[in-house]
């Protein structure tokens, strides 16, 4: 199994949106290195929710139902989306700045590339973030 944050604005799609639809699809991904890192997602695998602006917290882990297919909502180019599946609410959210000031976190992609949306975990970073 592998790991990974997804990140959203929660204003345009949050936690508790996925929580109340059960199961969504991950789309609108526009970026080369994400949308790699959505092809590599298998079912089962595991991701954070990660919510940007404000907040800037992981708050959620969901499971990956189906994996990447052609994104419907791509007008051009050969973009992908992948379903996802609520798996509970993180017992407190981990914020940005608590990883970035982690030094067991300090390798981990979204530390060091902050402007991708979707981003692999290792599985040590996983049991750090989800304990």
């Known amino acids: 199994m592998s ?3 997804l990140k959203t604005e929660p204003e345009t ?19 080369f290195a ?3 890192n959505l ?3 298998k079912v089962g695998d ?3 929710i990660y919510h ?4 800037k917290a992981a708050v959620g882990v969901a499971k990956v139902i189906k994996s990447a297919y052609p994104d419907p909502t791509a007008k051009e180019g050969n973009w ?19 990883m970035k000031g982690d030094k067991a976190l300090a390798g981990m992609v ?4 902050g402007r991708l949306s979707v981003s692999p975990v290792t599985a040590e970073e996983w049991k750090r973030l989800t304990r």
């Not at 940007?52 to 907040?55: L, P």
């Not at 992908?80 to 608590?98: F, S």
């Not at 979204?110 to 590339?113: C, D, G």
């Open 34 to 36: 994400a949308a790699k």
């Open 110 to 113: 979204m530390v060091r590339q």
């Open 80 to 98: 992908v989306a992948v379903d996802l599946a609520p798996v509970g609410p993180l017992k407190t959210p981990v914020t940005l700045v608590e």
């Open 3 to 5: 790991y990974w944050i």
């Open 46 to 48: 595991e991701a954070l």
């Open 39 to 41: 092809r590599a997602m």
């Open 13 to 31: 799609y949050s936690w508790d949106d996925l929580v109340k639809a059960k199961k969504a699809r991950w789309d609108g991904v526009r970026n």
């Open 52 to 55: 940007s602006g404000g907040e």
